[in-house]
Structures are given as C-alpha cells and as structure tokens.
C-alpha cells in the first residue's frame, strides 16, 4: 500500500451532537492513517460543534470548516472544493465506518486500477441489525463496454424488479471511493430543487465518467435507522413538484445509443416506484383522508406516471407488490391508499 496517497474524509455535519463522536471514533481509528477529515459544520444548532472543536484539538487530522446553514448538499460541496487527497469518502454524521475501510479500498482500487470502489452496509435500527449486499459477489465492472453501474442507479430493470425495496442501494453516495480527479468539478444538486436523491444525480455523472469501478462484497458503512432528528423525515410540501425536475434532470444522463430503450426503462421504472415515497410523504400531511386520497389520485393519472407505469412489468415482483402496482396501474386509489398504510407501519416497527 502506498502511505503516500492521502484520502480525504468528507463529513457533512447538522443536528448529530449524539451521534458524531462514535461517527469520528470510527474514522480516526481507521488501519490507514493518511487522511484528512473534513467537518462541514452547516451551521448545526446543537453542541455538534462544540463535539467537533474538541476532536480537532486532539488530532489534528480533523479539519472543522463552519458555513451558514445552506443543506447536506452544500455542505458536501465546500468538502469536495477543499480536499487535498487523492482519494475522496463521504461519511455521514450520524453513520459510522469498519477500521479496515480505507486499507481494503484502496487496495482493491490499486489492484484493479478503478476509478470508484464500492461496498455493502448495514442498517443499523434500534435493536437489530440488517445487511445489503448490492450484488451477490465481488465484481469488476467495465464501464466502457456498458455502464451497468449508470443504468442502475437511473433505475431497476426487469429481474432487477424482484427486490422493489432495494431501489436506490446503489444511489448514496457513502460506501464508497472515489478517485478525486474524476469527481472534484461535479456538484450536489440543492435539495430545495429536487427534494431527494442529490446522490443520485452526483453518482450518475460520477459512474458516467468512470472507466470502470469495482464493488468489494465486504459491509464496511453502517446506516443508523434511529436518528430521529434525521434530515430525511418530516413532511414535505413541494416533494411531487421536485421529484418532476429530479426526474427530467436524471434524463439528461440517456445517452443517445443502442442503450437508450434500457435506460428509459430503467427511468420509467423509478418514477413508477416513486408512488411510494410520494405516498408515505402525504401520510406526514395534515390533510384528512379525502385530501390524502385525492392528492394519489392526481398524481397516479398525471401524464408522466400514467405513461411510465404503463411499461412496469410487475411480473418479477413479488406477491404483495404485484398487488400494490396492480391498483396503480389500474388507478385503485383507495387501495393504494391502503396499502401505503400498511407499508408505513412495516417500516415502523
């Protein structure tokens, strides 16, 4: 292993006070100890920066950088435009890393001359734990003979369908490695633009321009469940409106070839998929019932999700979702409305 190659840590820190010292623990703890850990405090109102000036006094690996509250997004920019290492790897907060992370990546990215390496984690809830493996093997991906790893995160296709839940495990862009040249000029889209997935559109352009990646089977990033101060919760209002720019600026990455009918698919596929979210956002509404079923109902018949459900081929699903895109594709609102029910209380227990 070259010592030489300095990996920079990115951090975006807001509202983890709690969960932030077992979050750099993990990381200065690390095997490979060339690093720079950049903290991007967004101006966070809890003592997060308090925990943060006490680490930087005692390691001076530890770089605080502090910016007026702007999102997750800017935050990641600002680390991105000042890290110095060769490397790139974004943590979250709130998450935590395995000690080897860094010394296995990098030996995978030195063996197989990648630009990106990738691993699997684990959702970490209150009392239990729970692995995602993105694919059942370690595999070195060619990006210039197809780009599987661009197609995939545009959205599922055809057998890929079979796991509906694992969508977007591709997507973040935590757990994994980028080479800094390949990534340093692509931005965060503002989340105040497309509500989620601003990993999403990074890892597009990142995979796009790519030669090749490798994804390593070992879980190296834990996921925490349980912050329930999470910028990921709450209601949000303007959700539809922004997933529509989401979706067209996701569009742009089509290319204009043999692949294009894939990748469309692919892209029907998410926005398909997208009644889920759309519909546990509305059960976070103060609408009552009527105004919650009456918002699917607009959204199930828009123009765009009529004509990307009409291609999802839901014979791969299993049972219960086959029943749940059944009523959307047939406009069951009720029953859409029901089962969105049934899958919020799933995830809540």
């Known amino acids: 292993m070259n010592k030489n190659k300095l990996v920079s840590i990115i951090i975006p820190i807001y509202n983890v006070e709690s969960y932030l010292p077992y979050c750099l623990d ?3 703890g690390q095997t490979y100890e060339h690093i720079e850990v950049i903290c991007v405090n967004d101006e966070s109102p809890d003592r997060s920066s308090e925990v943060l000036n006490d680490y930087s006094n005692r390691d001076s690996r530890i770089i605080v950088i502090n910016q007026k509250n702007q999102g997750v997004s800017a935050a ?5 435009k000042e890290a110095k290492g060769e490397w790139v790897l974004f943590v979250d907060g709130d998450d935590w890393i395995d000690g080897q992370t860094c010394e296995v990546a990098l030996r995978k990215a030195r063996e197989y001359h990648t630009d990106i390496v990738f691993w699997g984690y684990k959702k970490e809830f ?4 729970e692995l995602k493996h993105l694919y059942q ?3 070195f991906f060619d990006l210039n003979r197809y780009n599987e790893l661009q197609r995939r995160v545009l959205g599922l296709y055809e057998k890929e369908l079979t796991d509906p839940a694992g969508a977007d495990s591709l997507v973040t862009v935590w757990g994994k490695l980028y080479r800094t040249d390949l ?7 503002d989340l105040k633009v497309i509500g989620t997935a601003e990993d999403a559109l990074f890892n597009l352009e990142a995979f796009g321009k790519a030669k090749s990646g490798y994804y390593c089977k070992d879980i190296f990033y834990h996921y925490r469940k349980n912050n329930t101060v999470s910028v990921t919760s709450g209601y949000r209002e303007q959700l539809a409106k922004q997933w529509a720019v989401l ?3 996701m569009a742009v990455f089509i290319p204009d070839d043999h692949n ?7 892209l029907h596929n998410r926005i398909s998929l997208s009644i889920v979210g759309i519909g546990l956002n509305e059960g976070n509404s103060a609408k009552n019932m009527i105004g919650k079923v009456s918002f699917l109902r607009d959204y199930l018949r828009s123009n765009t999700y009529k004509e990307a459900i009409g291609s999802l081929k839901i014979q791969y699903m299993p049972f219960h979702w086959k029943v749940f895109f059944y009523c959307c594709k047939h406009n069951i609102t009720i029953g ?3 089962l969105l029910i049934v899958i919020r209380k799933i995830i809540n227990r």
Do not use: D, M, P
């Not at 294009?260 to 692919?266: C, N, R, T, V």
């Open 260 to 266: 294009q009918k894939l990748y469309y698919e692919a």
């Open 336 to 338: 859409v409305y029901l």
């Open 26 to 28: 993990s990381i200065l």
């Open 183 to 189: 990534i340093k000029e692509i931005e965060f889209v």
């Open 137 to 139: 093997n370690s595999t």
């Open 76 to 80: 990641r920019n600002r680390g991105l």
């Open 247 to 249: 979706f067209q600026k």
């Open 126 to 129: 209150e009392n239990r734990s």
